[in-house]
């Protein structure tokens, strides 16, 4: 591929970024999720062009990626800001998507509670390790305006603030202060009303913890349950797709390398940005399984994750292989609950979700053949489709209503 070539490539992505502006927020949102997939498609493949195959040298690379970092409108949803105190005083950021009066669906029918006039149900979204609320980008946009919605940055990632407990006290992360934490978002951002607790991999384990801690919470106000990606256990016994020799020594070496590369955090960070195109196969082979990954979006994920610090990557790491939060499921059993997971997934494999809902024999469990970690990046028709029908299960969105059109990849989940 010429320069030239890939030069165009660029001005075709940017141009592509001015016509997805163009058309603003409110026509996006009506547009539905494949809709507005659409109009970066142009500009992703373009670009991506640029960025996976070009060999005329990194300045050409870096100018390919920022051209995909404004084509994709990935990240740019914003909501009512809020602010909640965790119990070590850090600070939580969350944000609030409130249902849509002006456009309101035809009256619920279903009673929740016996009242006549129900509470507006909350649906809490929880991200992963090296995430933020923004890996919600597909769902949070099918789901606006239709529902209420709250979405959150775990301690020490995205907006929220760096873990006091972590900073001051030297005190190591664990899942049970996650689930302290996304408590404090709830009395914050939901203080009353029913609640859907949405969570993926770690913020999976994260809504685990805050059963284990909270079984009233869960038993009074929680009427539905997701969890995508994630487990309730037994993460140390994850190979992530290598050999057995392999596995063993990243078992054995990864804690002391990840601490000592925290220690020196900013030298990392240099290193990090110099090595990009290196990090960007790295992160695609762990998030996604399709081949054919729309290139705005991989390299939004890849913008998520560069943007945790290394000091937090290595800091939470070891809660991972401590958490087993197998025996809290029980206060998820007589709940409507979605388990899905993708089959490729090398970070929690899909097998981990088999076995939560082997515990929860009534839970639905859709498996994603074609699909990664990053599965509601991956194919988010699949899991808006998904979290839709809990949805209208659960009475907080009437039967009726219509989230989003979601392509035709639906048809690749498989029900476990």
Request: hydrophobic content about 45%.
């Amino acid at each position: 591929m010429s320069e030239s070539s890939a030069e165009a490539a660029v001005e075709a992505a940017t141009a592509a970024a001015s016509a997805v502006s163009a058309a603003g927020p409110a026509n996006w949102r009506r547009a539905g999720v494949a809709g507005a997939a659409i109009g970066v498609v142009a500009a992703g493949a373009a670009a991506g062009v640029a960025i996976e195959r070009l060999t005329v040298g990194r300045g050409m690379r870096r100018k390919a990626r920022l051209a995909l970092d404004s084509a994709g409108p990935y990240g740019a949803l914003r909501g009512m800001p809020g602010k909640a105190a965790a119990d070590d005083g850090t600070e939580l950021y969350y944000e609030v998507d409130e249902v849509d009066t002006d456009t309101a669906l035809a009256p619920r029918r279903r009673r929740l509670f016996g009242r006549k006039t129900p509470a507006p149900v909350t649906v809490v979204f929880s991200h992963g390790y090296c995430l933020s609320q923004d890996s919600w980008h597909f769902q949070r946009a099918a789901l606006r305006g239709v529902v209420r919605t709250v979405h959150w940055d775990q301690r020490s990632h995205g907006r929220s603030g760096r873990g006091v407990a972590q900073i001051r006290d030297d005190q190591p992360v664990t899942i049970d202060q996650l689930g302290r934490d996304l408590k404090a978002v709830i009395d914050a951002a939901a203080p009353e009303g029913p609640l859907v607790l949405v969570g993926h991999s770690m913020g999976g384990m994260t809504m685990m913890a805050l059963a284990d801690q909270y079984p009233g919470l869960i038993r009074d106000r929680v009427v539905g349950v997701a969890l995508v990606g994630t487990s309730s256990g037994r993460l140390g016994e994850v190979n992530f797709g290598l050999p057995v020799a392999g596995v063993n020594a990243v078992r054995r070496i990864l804690p002391g390398v990840l601490k000592a590369l925290g220690q020196r955090a900013e030298l990392v960070e240099r290193g990090r940005r110099a090595t990009a195109d290196l990090f960007a196969g790295i992160i695609k082979r762990y998030s996604f399984a399709s081949r054919d990954i729309d290139p705005a979006v991989a390299r939004f994920a890849e913008r998520l994750i560069e943007a945790t610090p290394i000091d937090v990557v290595a800091e939470f790491y070891p809660a991972f292989t401590d958490h087993d939060k197998t025996e809290a499921l029980a206060y998820f059993a007589d709940l409507p609950v979605l388990v899905l997971a993708g089959v490729k997934d090398l970070v929690t494999p899909s097998e981990h979700s088999e076995s939560i809902a082997d515990l929860l024999p009534d839970a639905e469990l859709v498996l994603v053949p074609d699909a990664g970690h990053l599965v509601m990046l991956e194919h988010p028709e699949v899991v808006i489709d998904r979290l839709a029908d809990l949805l209208t299960r659960v009475g907080a969105v009437p039967a009726g209503a219509t989230v989003g059109g979601y392509g035709s990849t639906s048809s690749t989940a498989q029900p476990g």
